[in-house]
């Protein structure tokens, strides 16, 4: 083996190995961290005072038809350059009627549909568009000295 031939393969023996340190893989959770054992603890749960201690304040609340508090938690998966994806998705759906919690319903990965996002920007009806030269000359004079507090 000659001299060039072993740099060469270090070389690339390096490049493979900081590429490979590139890839992260990781695991953040999103939303709410539900305990192990949910399904006893929502079984338990009649009142929103009792909802709001255990679990906490909804994500959302509907505002049409029946009153449901939903909370949601999943797991999303950074693997490097791959796509992101997520697992452990659950959902607490509960209904209410004033201070009582009426029904609750628990849906986990299998209970939900794979919701495709689509790609691109969904547009917006008579929206603005600017230029950089144009975002930077309109918001000149928006902001105020540092430690004048207004």
Known sequence: MNCCNFIGMRKSLLIFLAALSACTFQTKHRGYVFPSDLDTVVAEIKTTNAL???????QVKTQYG???WIYYGADENY?????????????LLAWV??????RTRVLRDGDLPNVRIADGETEIPAAIE????????????RFTPAGLGQ
Do not use: C
């Not at 709001?52 to 909804?58: A, D, L, N, Q, S």
């Not at 600017?130 to 004079?141: C, D, M, P, V, Y």
């Open 52 to 58: 709001t201690e255990k679990i906490g304040m909804p």
């Open 66 to 68: 029946d009153e449901i």
């Open 79 to 91: 693997r490097g350059p791959l796509p992101h994806t997520f697992d452990n998705k659950t959902v």
């Open 97 to 102: 009627s004033g201070n009582r919690v009426t």
């Open 130 to 141: 600017l230029n950089a030269l144009q975002e930077l000359f309109n918001n000149i004079g």
